[in-house]
């Protein structure tokens, strides 16, 4: 099992020495090693079991150190980053010969975020050189929001787990690009919404992809799959089908009177859209754990951070 704790000196000299540390951020937690060094981008596919198609995240800890790997930064990203650095919006950039091919897959862009979490922005600021961080999961299952999340499954893989609490924001980041007529491309919906970005640049647009050649392959369809099955629906039409003993209801804020109550997760009973985020991953790891036959959930209003919790749901719900 891995350590778990706040010492970021520890979690220095292991990231120094090559190794992987899980670390906290506002979105879910990342499972990190120097991107710099392919040894260490290996050993993150293989402790996630991800296929090398899927590229990586790079983080730092200010837009000075972003612009060291990357060959320019269009004006309207520096908007963006300006606005919402540190935070939960990943830019797609073009890479410089720093950066391993490994990292990016190949791809000529590269993924940069500066995330916004106290004690890894100063891990960062202490390091010569960016995260390489993926959701510190098992490649299509749900991310992790806590420490305790992120040992259950990946413990015995990783020495250690920097501990920074719950995660606020409670799901990954927004994913944009910057197309040839200077327009913003959506890759992934998350963590900074639509109409944020859309009331600092205007109108964006959304990057095409197909499953099998995913431009984002956080857009696979399915992903962030609990092992219970997973339907999305109205729930009350749902419900007469199975057995209330062995059914788990995840609603944005009402409860039903027919099924137990601990088999039921409210993600804000006071309609927060914010809060739901926050807790969408946690409770559905919690039903996930009750050993359920069946986990019935419904959309969120889709407006602000709702839009991404229903990409969640319905990669959640997806099946082949
Ligand atoms: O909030 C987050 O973004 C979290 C925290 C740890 O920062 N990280 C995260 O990483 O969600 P990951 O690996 O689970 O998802 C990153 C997504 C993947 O879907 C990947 O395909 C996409 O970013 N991505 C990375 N580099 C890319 C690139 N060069 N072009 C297109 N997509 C890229
Ligand atoms: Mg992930």
Redesign the pocket.
């Known amino acids: 099992m891995a350590i778990i704790g706040t010492d970021i000196t520890k979690a220095i000299e292991l990231l120094m020495s090559g190794k992987l540390v899980a ?1 906290p ?8 090693g120097n991107a710099l060094n392919e040894e260490a981008i290996l050993d993150i596919f293989g402790a996630k079991n ?1 296929p090398q198609f ?4 790079a ?1 730092v800890d200010s837009l000075g150190k972003a612009s060291q790997f990357v060959t320019e930064i269009p004006p309207i990203a520096v908007r963006l980053a300006k606005a919402f650095w540190p935070g ?1 919006l ?1 830019i ?1 950039l073009p ?1 410089n010969r720093r950066i391993p091919d490994l ?3 190949g ?1 000529p ?3 940069i ?1 500066i ?1 916004n979490h106290p004690l890894t922005l100063k891990l960062l600021q202490q390091l010569p050189f960016p995260l390489a ?5 098992p490649s299509g299952y749900i ?1 992790p929001t806590s420490a305790a999340h992120v040992q259950a499954q990946l413990g015995d893989k990783i020495p250690y787990i920097l501990d920074g609490g719950r995660c606020k ?1 409670g ?3 927004t ?1 944009i ?1 910057v197309n040839e007529d200077n327009e913003v491309l959506i ?2 919906l ?2 900074t919404s639509l109409e944020a970005i859309r009331s600092l640049v205007g109108d964006v647009q959304f ?1 095409q992809a197909t499953h099998e050649k ?7 369809k399915s992903h962030y799959a609990p092992q219970t099955p997973f339907r999305i629906g109205i729930v009350e039409e749902m419900l007469p089908t199975y057995d209330r003993e062995k059914v788990g209801i995840l609603h944005f804020s009402q409860s039903f009177s027919a099924v137990p109550s601990k088999q039921q997760r409210q993600l804000s009973p006071s309609g927060d859209l914010r809060e739901a985020a926050q807790s969408l991953f946690s409770a559905m790891r919690e039903l996930d754990g009750l050993g359920l036959s069946i986990i019935l959930a419904e959309y969120v209003p889709a407006e602000g951070l709702g839009l991404a919790i229903n990409d969640r749901l319905t990669r959640a719900a997806y099946q082949e």
């Open positions: 670390i951020t506002e979105t879910v937690y990342g499972l990190a991800r899927n590229p990586l995240i983080h939960p990943t797609l890479r990292l990016t897959a791809s862009l590269v993924a975020r995330p961080a993926p959701s510190a999961n991310s924001v799901i990954e980041s994913i690009g890759y992934r998350g963590g990057a995913p431009d984002s392959p956080g857009m696979l």
